[in-house]
């Protein structure tokens, strides 16, 4: 058996810790914000909505499934569904979570808007002035559907 010392075997290990690391990194894809075609729901003007405007409308659910696969689903999950690491929008749904569907409305609003940055690190990058308002209010309409299993 080879004689390692500690210095080489803490070296080995650092390179296949930093590796692996950078290897998530590479994995987490595409972080470029995708445009989102809003041409077929109804313009909203520059005035921001407290409420979701396109609450239940079936063009707007179609419209923010895909504006969510292509912006949210990396962090937050398939189907809304998070792992762990973010929060579960399902949530957003969650009687218990919020006094009433304006107050998640508002919470959902003011994250997607101006995201999350805690000690200077940023959580959750703001998507004003990328998405428009009313891409993310058919985002909001998909996370509607989205119900936490009882």
Known sequence: MRNLSVGRVLRSGAVLFFGAQAALVL???DVTP????TETLP???EEWRETNPYRGDAEAIRVGDSAYNQNCARCHGLEAISGG???DLRKLNDPAEYIDIEESDQWFM???RHGAVVDGRVYMPPFEGILSQEAMWAIRSYLDTRKLEE
């Open 27 to 29: 994995a987490h894809g």
């Open 34 to 37: 995708q445009a989102v075609n």
């Open 43 to 45: 313009q909203l003007g």
């Open 85 to 87: 690491m973010t929060p």
């Open 110 to 112: 003011t994250r997607i």
